[in-house]
Every structure is written in structure tokens, then in C-alpha cells.
């Protein structure tokens, strides 16, 4: 069965570059999240869209952006990179807003040098 | 306080035993519940949902639920070293909130 894909699956950069992380969600899946996941933490709820609209904001900093494309695949903008932004960024879909399962991609690994 | 609270680890179990990994909400309009696995370094998994007080069985698996004491429960029978992970506890309402995850190491 298809699965959420997420690319690139490793990313290197530098402080102060931009990085985008896009997020293919599963077939028919409207509702897309971002998690940010630290060494050793639980995910952190970025932001969320339905039907190619924000539904919800989570603890997501201003300098970074995001949004859900007519095809329902999803970007994460992420400039001005800080060291503390290196971590594991997650994907996940699902159907309809709230109260489904939702399935993760396997995630994009961020590191700012 | 955090919204989703699990009981703290490490966890350790021998092989074959039974595995008890608890977590408790605090939103009682909560009507989703969710156990996901995740290996290190790896995205988290989907193991089992629940919507409905009572238990809800899926093979070696066993997640019950009570709304009346916002408590949820994963019991994992016949423990296996290939479940040593973290097992992460989620409640959606607009967003998935997930507990701070309990290692579960079992010992073969």
C-alpha cells in the first residue's frame, strides 16, 4: 500500500540558509501534520492543513512556513536555519479533520552545521 | 501539565511476558486514541487505535480504554526483543498530541 513519502530523506545545511521539506501524502489523504522531534523527545506538533487550508498551528516558529498544494502535497519552508532546528521532521496524513488514524513518512533529518 | 502523560520508563520485560504501558489525558472531550511504536531513528508506527471504552484486541496487542478515568492502556502478550521501542500514547482532537513515550526494552 502506498505510504506517506517525504523528501529528501537527509538534509545538511548551513546557519542562516533556508531548507524545504515536501511531504507526498497517502492517496485520497486531505489532512496533513508537521512534527519537529528532538534527540530523545516526543514529536512536536507543528501545523497542520485540511483541504489545502491551515487547520490548526502548533509551536511553529515565525521563521518558518508552510502550506498544502492543490495535488495535497505539502511544503515545509523553513529559513534563517539555526543549530537548534537540526532534528527529525515527520509527516504524517490522514482522512478528514481530526479522529482518524494518521500514518507518518519516514522523515527528513535536518542538520544545521 | 502536559496533556498526555505515560507512565515513565524505562521498561524492561522478559521475553514471553506481558508488557503494561499506561497513559492518561486531560482533555475529556478526547474521542481518539492511538499507540504508535517508534524505533530509533525511525518515523513512528501505527499499532492500534481505540474510540470506545472497553478493550480492543489485534493479535499480541490489547489497548483498552476508559473515558470516565481519561485513561488509555497498551498490553503487548508474549513479549518479543523485536518490540523493544518506544511506544508512544496519542489523542487526537485538531492535531495529534503525543505523550512523552515509554522505552520498552524486552530481555531475551
Known amino acids: 500500500a502506498a505510504g506517506v513519502i517525504q523528501s529528501p530523506r537527509h538534509l545538511i545545511k548551513e546557519k542562516r540558509e533556508t531548507a524545504t521539506l515536501k511531504c507526498y501524502p497517502i492517496p485520497r489523504h486531505d489532512t496533513v501534520y508537521w512534527y519537529q522531534q528532538g534527540p530523545g523527545q516526543d514529536p512536536q506538533f507543528l501545523i497542520s492543513?485540511?483541504?489545502?487550508?491551515?487547520?490548526d498551528k502548533g509551536s511553529i516558529p515565525d521563521r518558518f512556513s508552510a502550506q498544502q498544494f492543490s495535488d495535497y502535497h505539502s511544503e515545509l519552508n523553513m529559513s534563517s536555519l539555526e543549530l537548534g532546528d537540526s532534528a527529525l521532521y515527520f509527516c504524517a496524513s490522514s482522512k478528514g479533520q481530526g479522529y482518524t488514524e494518521a500514518f507518518f513518512g519516514q522523515g527528513t533529518r535536518l542538520t544545521v552545521v | 501539565q502536559k496533556e498526555v502523560e505515560q507512565n515513565s520508563g524505562p521498561l524492561s520485560v522478559p521475553e514471553g511476558a506481558i508488557a503494561s504501558l499506561n497513559c492518561t489525558y486531560s482533555?475529556?472531550?478526547?474521542?481518539?486514541f492511538f499507540w504508535y511504536r517508534q524505533y530509533s531513528g525511525k518515523s513512528p508506527e501505527l499499532i492500534m487505535s481505540?474510540?470506545?471504552?472497553g478493550d480492543k484486541e489485534d493479535g499480541r496487542f490489547t489497548a483498552q480504554l476508559n473515558k470516565a478515568s481519561q485513561y488509555v492502556s497498551l498490553l503487548i502478550r508474549d513479549s518479543q526483543p523485536s518490540d523493544s521501542a518506544t511506544y508512544l500514547c496519542?489523542?487526537?482532537?485538531?492535531?495529534?498530541?503525543f505523550g512523552s513515550g515509554t522505552q520498552l526494552t524486552v530481555l531475551p
Open positions: 481505540i474510540y470506545s471504552n
Open positions: 496519542a489523542v487526537e482532537g485538531r492535531q495529534l498530541t
Open positions: 482533555d475529556r472531550v478526547s474521542q481518539s
Open positions: 492543513f485540511y483541504e489545502k487550508m491551515q487547520s
